[in-house]
């Protein structure tokens, strides 16, 4: 994938610093283009005597707006274009604005409510990842308050399959770009107590899981090696903390197989990973 030209929607308080923080990173060291969008609901059309609250409310939004853009400009510098967007949707706001600015990348923050260091799924992320044409990247909460001065290591959730085999392409592209190692992980998801007969089977999942990341890595041409790691717990969440993670991290989910093509599409266990990870996240589209 190119990261050419990066979109970060902001909002003002931590979830907007958190995503224009993960933005500025991406711009810096791919130094791509970065463009700060906020996205503002539409002004109602009301004919008759109701016009004058409508001019007045829209003068409102526009002023919000610009007071958000502003402090986004604190943060992230004259180095960036900042614009104002209108739709009902935050979300599907960014989507038609990545189309309209010809955006790489969408980066927004984590939505409000999650644990500090994860992921939050909200409306706005919601929609961004059932419609994106292009990746979207999440922030976890709390980012923006100490975030790393480099990405460290680019690490691909591989499964077997076109759209994994696909997203270990783009993210070996993206790894050279930002000049990172690049590390595969499966994860094998099992139960605590196994009878024998559960246990040989898992043995050959975790050695088909291993022989299927040897797979991946053949032909991909990097200066450093590719490393590949099974992980393995009781859930997602347990077998992410089966490794060690960077402080520079970022991890890549391809979108599920049964999604759109050329658009950003969760599975059951991307969104599993999403809400378990401790560092950022990038989504893929699905790739034909």
Known sequence: MKLDNVLA??????RGRDGLALAVLVRNQAHARLTVATVQPPAASTPGPARAEESVWRAYLREQADAALAQARELAGDEADYVRHTHRGSGR???????????????IG?????????????????QLLHSSSVPVLLAPRGYGEEPPAAFDRLTVAYRRGPGCD??????????????VPLRLVTLVVSSGRRARIEEEMLLRLRDQAAADLRVAVRGQRRRSPVEVEVLEGRNVAQAL???????????ICASSDTGPLRRVFLGDTSIKIVRASTCPVLILT???
Do not use: C, F, H, N
Not at 110 to 126: K, Q
């Open 286 to 288: 699905r790739q034909p």
């Open 241 to 251: 903390g089966a490794t060690s993670w960077l402080p520079g991290e970022m991890i």
């Open 9 to 14: 929607g902001y909002v003002p308080g931590p």
């Open 110 to 126: 984590s939505a409000p409510g999650g644990g500090r260091g994860r992921i939050a799924v909200g409306s706005t992320a919601d």
């Open 166 to 179: 696909a997203a270990v392409k783009d993210a070996a592209r993206t790894a050279a770009a930002l000049d």
């Open 93 to 107: 706001g960014l989507v038609e604005l990545a189309r309209k600015r010809a955006a790489d990348l969408v980066v």
